[in-house]
């Protein structure tokens, strides 16, 4: 049967009381101190008191054991281990220093105290003792603030990894919406320019053949519907163009000067409204976005003044300044004071040029004809 740790003092100091019995007729005190040694180490874990205050009691209640009889001096474990395990820095070292003082002088029992060279003998023998046992205390507290730093830097650890696996468990979460948030914006954007392709493809086409067929008539039919099914073929394969995101046929196999005047005599013959196209400054290469936005830009003005001018004439004019590309289309039409005219195609020709940092203006006073001015920088990029 096993003996519970917390019982081994008083097994000890049993064992200690009955060898003392067996050696010789024990004094009474030592025997009455025994029973308070035991009646101590058992308050001291039965009633609220100080473990430190036990540590101290059960040093000095041993010291007095030790006068009597240096057989108790095998006593000195329990205090040492008492001291050790209660009493903390800085006191700690002063605890075990006064039980190496009570082993010590055990030890040196025997040793005549009345000379000099006796009480130098029992001092060296309880420095014996205390020098060790305090140099163990301060190795213990450096053991033990190692292991105290250990458990805060891991404690430091593990709260860092669980912050990280938070940021992680964030990033996550916010990636995914990014990548929905793109997802749904890249569907947007691709509306959007779907719609911007349509209105400047088909739509204009479809207008352009209801009003031809409309002119038509019984001598000039054969003219209209030609040119009515021109512009269907032609809206078509711009329409394909535009599903494919192709870049439009005028620009195609032509810079944007060109471009502009394919497009500018196409629709003076279409609508029999003379065009002017003019290039100013120094032709230079531009990025192909800006030349793209520059003449979906031309084509939707010169389709208002089909649908809305009533112009005798048109002027188109591409300026290559220092540092961008102006087009400028007015005509002489009727004009319009403060209302300005909407729908989706004015809309859609300023999301292309402000999508290249560019501006897009419109002036015109009643009677005195309109202009739309658009400019993207020389270094334009989508």
Not at 70 to 95: D, E, H, K, N, S
Not at 221 to 230: D, F, I, S
Not at 322 to 337: P, S
Not at 365 to 370: F, L, V
Request: net charge neutral.
């Amino acid at each position: 049967m096993s003996i519970p740790v917390a019982r081994w003092p008083h097994v000890l100091l049993a064992l200690l009381a009955l060898a003392t019995t067996l050696d010789q007729r024990p004094v009474l005190a030592e025997l009455v101190l025994c029973v308070v040694v035991a009646a101590w180490l058992a308050a001291g874990t039965t009633l609220r008191i100080r473990p430190w205050v036990v540590a101290v009691g059960l040093t000095a209640l041993t010291g007095a054991l030790v006068v009597l009889n240096p057989l108790f001096g095998f006593l000195t474990p329990v205090p040492y281990f008492y001291t050790f395990r209660t009493i903390a820095f800085p006191w700690q070292p002063a605890g075990v220093a006064a039980v190496a003082v009570v082993a010590g002088t055990a030890q040196a029992y025997g040793v005549d105290k009345s000379t000099a060279g006796g009480v130098a003998i029992w001092l060296a023998v309880i420095a014996g003792n205390a020098v060790p046992m305090c140099a163990y205390a301060f190795v213990a507290r450096k053991a033990e603030q190692q292991e105290a730093e250990r458990e805060q830097a891991l404690a430091q650890a593990r709260e860092a990894n669980r912050r990280l696996a938070e940021s992680l468990a964030d990033n996550a979460t916010l990636h995914e919406q990014l990548v929905v948030q793109a997802r749904e914006a890249g569907v947007r954007d691709e509306r959007q320019r779907m719609a911007r392709e349509i209105h400047d493809t088909l739509a204009q086409g479809l207008t352009g053949i209801i009003s031809q067929l409309r002119a038509a008539d019984d001598r000039t039919w054969a003219r209209h519907v030609a040119a009515a099914t021109e512009l269907a073929r032609e809206s078509l394969d711009e329409t394909r163009r535009s599903v494919s995101a192709l870049r439009p046929e005028p620009l195609r196999t032509a810079r944007l000067t060109e471009a502009l005047t394919g497009v500018a005599g196409k629709w003076s013959a279409l609508h029999g409204i003379p065009v002017e196209v003019t290039t100013t400054g120094d032709a230079r290469l531009i990025a192909p976005e800006a030349e793209f936005a520059l003449l979906r830009a031309a084509q939707e003005a010169l389709a208002n003044v089909a649908r809305h001018a009533r112009a005798s004439r048109v002027g188109v004019t591409l300026s290559y300044l220092e540092a961008e590309v102006a087009l400028d289309v007015r005509d002489d039409g009727r004009g319009f004071g403060d209302v300005r005219p909407g729908g989706f195609g004015l809309e859609a020709m300023r999301q292309r040029i402000e999508g290249l940092a560019g501006t897009v203006q419109v002036e015109s006073e009643p009677g005195a004809g309109t202009g739309v001015s658009a400019r993207v920088p020389l270094e334009a990029r989508a």
